[in-house]
């Protein structure tokens, strides 16, 4: 399917001094919100955190110049009106189109994967074919950049219009705009101790960072400082406008995009605020953006692509226990490894913890499941998300209940967007 390009039509034609005032309005939340993430740039107080910032520096992803860029070119579609081209088949299918070329580009990175997870964790360098691969999917990349700007405004105007029809809007329009960036995401240093799971210590590195680099980043840290360190990929960023992932499928694409709005909107409310007050508050924040873009996600390909809609489940009788010889879903075994290394790292067996660990990660590839590197800090970062399988954490029930005795999307959203601790969600669901 090639894409095309109608003229584009101004849907939105107010005077050209309320559309400064009003871009000149974001652009002062831009900077705040700026400030979330310049952060990484600022060296840390502890003595370890800098020695790590110094080695990971040459990586460092730059934050100034991916938002400079970006909000000169939002203020620029502000001020000619916001315009959306086509009408909503032609939406539809460029947005199929594009979804349809990133399922071939997703294929080959899971190859990738997968043939890196198959790879023994020692220092050999790895063959020849996989940096051949790596350059191949640059190249792929590359090429869908030019119709990535479409489709940008096409996913955010749909939402936006879901939005408003749940009542997440100021004066008819969705509050705040969804605005996101199609782009290559900067990659993720997760530190933890080896004794105890939890972020110690993180920061953006640069995208696309092969994986041969990851590992040597990783292994350098962890000999030097004697901790646990991951650097792994991220769906998006709630930064502004906010970083999403190309997805090869619309219901992942949708829902990402209404995952980060979700943390644009509670930065303008007390959870938001407090995100990094604690790990109870981030995990509540990410809780709370997980479920939005689920439901978001859902009602979007009801309205614009029904065609596309999962079955509806079905209230049936629980399922026969598993016999022996039935394999664990993924879900199942992230929880039970999970459970088995807080045993351990509990009774001071961090050495035990990690083999187990390493163990456990190669029968998951051997059942199809490819995880390149299972550690505290993967646990760390993957258990902040308690709707992940490899959280513990009760938050998410809790905030599923929530969820559920809310009523609307608007009345969790406002209810969960006041909390300030989880003494909060825990009054609320009682």
Sequence with gaps: MKYTMPVSRNVFKPKRLRRLKRTLLWAGVVILLCSVFIGDALPPENQTKADMAAVSAPERFNWITWEAAAVWQEAGWWLRGRPVPGDEAWQKEQVLAFVEQQQRISQLARDIRREYAALPQSDAPPPQSLPDKERTLADWRQSQEAVAPVVERIVAHQLEQVLADEGLAWRGEAWPPVTFRFTDLPTYLIVSPRDKIYTWWSVHLQPDMPISERVRLEQRLETEFGLSALVDDLGGIGSWPTMVERSASPGRLFDVVAHEWSHNYLLLHPLGWRYS??????????????????????????????????????????????????????????????????????????????????????????????????????????????????????????????????????????????????????????
């Design 277 to 430: 007050d604690s790990r109870d508050l981030t995990t509540m924040n990410e809780t709370v953006a997980s479920i939005v873009g689920e439901e978001v996600s859902y009602l979007t390909l009801a309205r614009f692509y029904p065609e596309l809609l999962p079955p509806p489940k079905t209230e049936d009788a629980p399922p026969p226990p598993k016999t022996e010889s039935e394999e664990e879903t993924f879900f199942e075994a992230m929880r039970r490894i999970r459970l088995r290394v807080d045993e351990l790292l509990a009774q001071d067996h961090a050495d035990r913890a990690e083999a187990y660990m390493e163990a456990e990660r190669q029968k998951l590839a051997e059942n199809g499941y490819y995880v390149r590197r299972l550690n505290q800090a993967y646990f760390a970062f993957h258990g902040s998300y308690a709707t992940s399988p490899a959280s513990v954490d009760p938050i998410g029930p809790w905030m599923r209940q929530l969820r559920a005795q809310s009523g609307s999307l608007k009345a969790f959203l406002q209810i969960a967007g006041r909390m300030q601790s989880l003494d909060d969600l825990q009054t609320a669901v009682k």
